[in-house]
C-alpha cells in the first residue's frame, strides 16, 4: 500500500513570497491534515478535512495560509505572503476516518521543509 | 497550560534498560491517545494507541493510561540503540482536535 505522498521535500524562498504544498493521503482515507513543526517543538494540526470539507481550521493563520481539497482526495496547503516565522516542515497526514472507532489513526508523509529568508 | 505536556528530556538509557516516557493532559474528556516515534529529519510514525484505562502491550512497548490522573507513559522494554527518537504524545480532545506534546528525545547508550 502507497504511504502518503508530498510535494515538494524541500522549498527555499524569500519573505513576502508565496508557496504551495501538495498532499497526496493513503488510497481510501477520508481524513487528512496538515500540520507546522517548527524544530524542537510537536506537530500543530493546521487544518483538518473529512472527505472535502473542513472540520477544525482553528489553528490556521487565515490572513495568510490557505488549503484546499476540492475532490477529496489530495490537497494543497498554500502561504501568502510568507514570513519568516513560517520556516518549519509542513506534515501530511491522512487517516481512514476520523468519525470510525480505530480510524482516527494517522500516517504520516515525509513532509516538506520550507525556509523562508 | 498546554493540552499535552512531555519532559522534553534528554531521556538517556543503557542498551537492555526500560524507558520510561510520561505525558499529561489537559482536557479530562479526552478519550484518544497515541505515541509516536520521529528520528530526526523523518515524519512522525505510529507506535501504539490507547483508549481505556490500563496496559496495553505491543511486543517491547507497552502504553499505559490512567484517566484519572490523565496521565499517560510508554515504557519500552529492552532498549536498543534503534530506539533513539523523539517519542511524541498525541491526544484527541473532546472538541476533536488532535494536540501533539513537544516531545521527549530518547537517547539509548550501547
Known amino acids: 500500500e502507497a504511504g502518503v505522498a508530498q510535494s515538494p521535500r524541500y522549498k527555499i524562498i524569500e519573505k513576502r513570497q508565496s508557496v504551495a504544498f501538495w498532499c497526496n493521503p493513503i488510497?481510501?482515507?477520508?481524513?487528512l491534515y496538515w500540520y507546522q513543526q517548527i524544530l524542537g517543538q510537536g506537530p500543530k494540526l493546521l487544518i483538518q478535512?473529512?472527505?472535502?470539507?473542513?472540520?477544525?481550521d482553528s489553528q490556521l493563520p487565515k490572513d495568510r495560509f490557505s488549503a484546499e481539497r476540492l475532490k477529496g482526495v489530495d490537497s494543497t496547503l498554500k502561504i501568502q505572503p510568507a514570513k519568516l516565522e513560517d520556516s518549519a516542515v509542513y506534515l501530511c497526514?491522512?487517516?481512514?476516518?476520523?468519525?470510525?472507532?480505530?480510524?482516527?489513526?494517522?500516517?504520516f508523509g515525509p513532509g516538506t521543509r520550507l525556509t523562508v529568508t | 497550560q498546554k493540552e499535552v505536556e512531555q519532559n522534553s528530556g534528554p531521556l538517556s538509557v543503557p542498551e537492555g534498560a526500560i524507558a520510561s516516557l510520561n505525558c499529561t493532559y489537559s482536557?479530562?474528556?479526552?478519550?484518544?491517545f497515541f505515541w509516536y516515534r520521529q528520528y530526526s529529519g523523518k515524519s512522525p510514525e505510529l507506535i501504539m494507541s490507547?483508549?481505556?484505562?490500563g496496559d496495553k502491550e505491543d511486543g517491547r512497548f507497552t502504553a499505559q493510561l490512567n484517566k484519572a490522573s490523565q496521565y499517560v507513559s510508554l515504557l519500552i522494554r529492552d532498549s536498543q540503540p534503534s530506539d533513539s527518537a523523539t517519542y511524541l504524545c498525541?491526544?484527541?480532545?473532546?472538541?476533536?482536535?488532535?494536540?501533539f506534546g513537544t516531545g521527549t528525545s530518547l537517547t539509548v547508550i550501547p
Open positions: 488510497s481510501g482515507h477520508a481524513t
Open positions: 498525541a491526544v484527541i480532545s473532546t472538541g476533536n482536535q488532535f494536540y
Open positions: 482536557d479530562r474528556g479526552s478519550q484518544s
Open positions: 490507547i483508549y481505556s484505562n
Open positions: 497526514a491522512s487517516s481512514l476516518d476520523r468519525a470510525l472507532a480505530g480510524g482516527q489513526l494517522q500516517y
Open positions: 478535512f473529512q472527505n472535502n470539507g473542513v472540520v477544525d
